[in-house]
């Protein structure tokens, strides 16, 4: 089987950790992104996997050369040289898609972290006979998203209502398909939505199919939702009862730490907080509901809480970092400093308080 990853453009969003990296290879409880993917889809039986992408290709490639060897799958990427939205890189990586098994393939947004349920999935096509089955997820707001319109007992779409007024439904397309190679047909060379162009036209032949998500879902391309993603994430981890998870008397709630990482004495860690390799605590530092990158020192008793600490950067003693501050690579947080929701870009020393949100340069 094959399997297509919308990996897209420039992360804009989740600047300023994707100015240092493309936003797939940014980490997200202490592993890539995209191979949180690779992995699921490795593990059903996936044995390529395309990359549409129009930005980095190369970046992308050579990281993801060590993993093909690792996990045993061919990775390669198809370049947009214009953004063709969500249905035209489908329609570029055509080639690479088709082969002459005429089995469906898997088509995923490269921001969405979830539990991945792709072996029922791939039981849910067959079983219903149609020719394309998304993945959809219950939401508590559907007013903000796109709402798929289905029938409960089979699963089959009616229709898609887009950002709905009055209730229609609560679940939203949660970006996981799997397709039959015939949908190509469908789509044109050119920047198309496969959301609004192609599955409505599935949808009114009355062969596409929805399945409701098992477990969390998140599309994590923002700050805000990749801090709750980790919290969604580890829990799950947490269910599972995995070894992953640190334990001991330091840690509260779900807290994932890198083997190579040091922590002082007195320190209180989580809930819902990841430590990257090589990482040093220093003594009586308080972490709460925050990612902390690779490399990166913390000072004594400093305090970080709804934050992301990019690569190599360093918090100084007595330091509190909160609200949503995103520090970029080897970014410098002097000692006794306070950051309300500052968002830094790489290589930059903080030498006074950021009192209230604010983008530094």
Not at 38 to 45: D, F, M, N, S, Y
Request: aromatic fraction near 6%; charged fraction near 25%; include cysteine.
């Amino acid at each position: 089987m094959k399997a297509l990853i919308l990996v897209g453009g420039f992360g804009t969003r989740l600047r300023p950790l994707t100015l240092s990296v493309p936003k797939p290879l940014v980490e997200f409880a202490n592993k890539p992104m995209i191979l949180h993917q690779i992995e699921a889809l490795k593990a059903v039986g996936v044995t390529e996997v395309v990359l549409a992408i129009n930005y980095q290709p190369e970046v992308m490639l050579n990281f993801l050369k060590e993993f093909e060897t690792k996990l045993g799958i061919t990775i390669t990427c198809s370049q947009e040289t214009e953004p063709l939205g969500t249905a035209g890189p489908l329609a570029l990586a055509r080639d690479k898609l088709i082969d002459e098994s005429g089995e469906p393939f898997f088509v995923l947004n490269s921001d969405v972290i979830s539990e991945y349920p792709f072996k029922e999935m791939i039981e849910f096509h067959k079983a219903h006979g149609g020719e394309a089955s998304i993945m959809v997820t219950k939401v508590d707001e559907p007013s903000k998203y796109g709402v798929v319109v289905m029938e409960e007992s089979t699963g089959q779409v009616d229709k898609f209502v887009e950002k709905p007024k009055l209730f229609v439904g609560n679940k939203i397309n949660a970006g996981i398909y799997l397709l039959n190679p015939s949908v190509l047909d469908r789509i044109e060379l050119r920047p198309t939505s496969i959301e609004k162009e192609v599955f409505p036209k599935i949808a009114a032949e009355k062969k596409l199919y929805a399945m409701v998500l098992p477990g969390f879902w998140m599309d994590i391309g923002q700050p805000r939702d990749y801090i709750t993603g980790l919290r969604l994430y580890l829990d799950s981890l947490r269910k599972k009862a995995s070894t992953k998870l640190a334990a001991g008397s330091h840690f509260v709630g779900n807290v994932l730490v890198h083997e190579t990482a040091k922590i002082g004495e007195g320190c209180l860690i989580g809930p819902d907080v990841a430590i990257g390799p090589g990482c040093i605590v220093e003594s009586g530092v308080r972490l709460s509901r925050c990612t902390v990158m690779r490399g990166v020192r913390i000072k004594k008793h400093a305090c970080i809480s709804s934050s992301i600490i990019g690569w190599h950067s360093t918090i100084g003693q007595w330091a509190r970092v909160e609200n949503m501050t995103i520090l970029g690579e080897d970014v410098h947080v002097c000692d006794e400093i306070y950051s309300n929701g500052g968002v830094v870009l790489p290589h930059k020393e903080i030498k006074s308080s950021i009192l209230k949100p604010e983008i530094v340069m």
